[in-house]
């Protein structure tokens, strides 16, 4: 998928680091999320807080989803996807991309 204007862009990150033990904090995650999409311009989403399995254990995890009407690419979302990664000492983070029909009244 090359262009992902106007899709809907969910991002899932785990609350737990890469040993399955360490817990992050919710705040400082939210925050370094919004921080790090910002950079790309992207300003505005949705955070919820969610539960899902990794490596067979449950994990709280946060998921950032926004429509892209700021034209990021997607090789700048996999930028920050990565950087998170890194910060937050993830194994992986999932993307998904899905066309969406909406409007904004």
Not at 16 to 24: E, Q, V
Not at 72 to 90: E, F, T
Request: no cysteine; charged share 25%.
């Amino acid at each position: 998928m090359k262009n992902i204007n106007n899709k809907e862009i969910s991002v899932f990150v785990g609350l737990l680091k890469k040993d399955m033990k360490t817990k992050l904090n919710q705040k400082a995650t939210k925050n370094l999320i919004i921080k790090e999409f910002k950079q790309i311009k992207v300003i505005g989403g949705n955070i919820n807080l969610n539960k899902g399995i990794w490596s067979g254990k449950e994990e709280p995890s946060l998921i950032f989803s926004f429509i892209n009407t700021f034209n990021v690419s997607k090789k700048d979302i996999i930028k920050v996807i990565n950087n998170l990664k890194q910060k937050l000492d993830q194994e992986s983070i999932l993307i998904t991309i899905k066309p969406i029909e909406f409007n904004f009244i």
